[in-house]
C-alpha cells in the first residue's frame, strides 16, 4: 500500500505561482505511475499532469505550458509546479498512484486563485 499526503495549496492572485508537494510513504513508489488530479465543486475530478518512473510525462490541454509534475524517485516525492494560474484553476488538488488496476489517493489540497 502507498499513503499520500499533499501539502502546498492556498490563496494566491491571478498569475501568480504555486508548488504542491505529495509525499508517498510504503512500497514500491518507483513502480506506480504519480499523478495529479483536481476537482471543482460540483464536477468530476479530472485529471492533470501525470508521470511515470521513468520520467515520461502527460499533461492536460487547459496546463501544457503552465503546470510542470515532477518526481524523485529516491525521497518518494511528486511535485506540480503551477504558473500563471487562472480563477479556473482553483479546485481541490489531489495525489494520486496508479499501477494497473490500483489507486491510491491522498486527501487533497485546497488551491484558490482570486484577486
Known amino acids: 500500500q502507498v499513503q499520500l499526503v499533499e501539502s502546498g495549496g492556498g490563496l494566491v492572485q491571478p498569475g501568480g505561482s504555486l508548488r504542491l508537494s505529495c509525499a508517498a510513504s510504503g512500497s514500491g513508489f518507483g513502480i506506480y505511475v504519480m499523478g495529479w488530479y483536481l476537482q471543482a465543486p460540483g464536477k468530476q475530478r479530472e485529471l492533470v499532469a501525470s508521470i511515470t518512473s521513468g520520467g515520461r510525462r502527460n499533461y492536460s490541454d487547459s496546463v501544457k505550458g503552465r503546470f510542470t509534475i515532477s518526481r524523485d524517485n529516491a525521497k518518494r516525492m511528486v511535485y506540480l509546479q503551477m504558473n500563471s494560474l487562472k480563477p479556473e484553476d482553483t479546485a481541490v488538488y489531489y495525489c494520486?498512484?496508479?499501477?494497473?488496476?490500483?489507486?491510491?489517493w491522498g486527501q487533497g489540497t485546497q488551491v484558490t486563485v482570486s484577486s
Open positions: 494520486n498512484a496508479h499501477y494497473k488496476e490500483v489507486d491510491y
